[in-house]
């Protein structure tokens, strides 16, 4: 399939590469020109040094940007160099309601919209193992699912516009509760005198197991955070959940809690820090 990416940073460039490996004809654009012809030596295909040139043609364009205004702003300019029948995939992380007004922008020009977050963060993007969350019509999902699946290892459609942004939501706000939850066992195991590595190996493998621990109590333990999901855009990402919870009328008291403990990482400098970085701040105190 003729198919465009644009936006290539640490979750874009790999995920680009994986369609270009699988034999799509993939044509990128990235703000920084540099980062795109670094990313044809890599891969092959080729670049545009617009939005507009990467996306002529193509029958599929996938997008993984900042926020909703980045998306507007991009979607602006792929609409008018698609054909009817076309499909743009949006990788953001970005509210409900953008996902629904270019959903509807998208409709009026006969072109397909699926709003698709991801999460498994650069590994999994690199690995070709994210999970994708996808809202849409489902012509548009099948149409594009088997191009998707080259670097998914589960993708559901959740059910119209809009609804892959709130179940991204969903994951943000258990992600929180845990990396809260794993920061302060690490803390009190310390404070304990148990040897961290012991706590993991006996608690890792019953019912306080999961993701975060596995992967994080290590590095956690260390104070290594120079890397991962930065707080910034987990600062983001609550802040979208909290705004949708304010009009559904949903009761996100943690996550609300955990969002302004973020805030006083970012206080701490730790802007860049991967979401782990909980724990310094109870190691602050």
Known sequence: MRTAFI?????????AGHLQAAGHEVT???????????????HGGKSEPTIAGASKGAQLVALC??????????VAEILPALEAGAIIVDHTTTSAKVAREMADLCAAKGVGFLDAPV???????????????????EGSYAAAEPVLNVYAKA??????????????????IAIAGVVQGVAEALHFAKRAGLPTDDVLAAISKGAAQSWQMENRWGTMSRGEFEFGFA?????????IALDEAASNGATLEATRLIDGFY?????????????????????KK
């Open 7 to 15: 936006g290539l940073g640490v979750m874009g460039f790999p995920m």
């Open 28 to 42: 990128v654009y990235n703000r920084t020109a540099e980062k795109a012809a670094r990313w044809v030596e890599k």
């Open 65 to 74: 940007v900042g926020n909703d205004d980045d998306v507007r702003a991009v």
């Open 119 to 137: 999460s498994g963060g650069q590994a999994g993007a690199e690995n070709g193992q994210l999970t994708i969350m996808v809202g849409g019509d």
């Open 155 to 172: 993708m559901r459609r959740m059910g119209p516009s809009g609804a892959g942004q709130l179940t991204k939501m969903c994951n943000q």
């Open 231 to 239: 707080v910034d855009w987990m600062r983001k990402d609550l802040g």
């Open 263 to 283: 805030g006083e990482v970012q206080a701490m400098g730790g802007n860049r820090w991967d979401t782990s970085s909980l724990v310094a701040r109870i190691e």
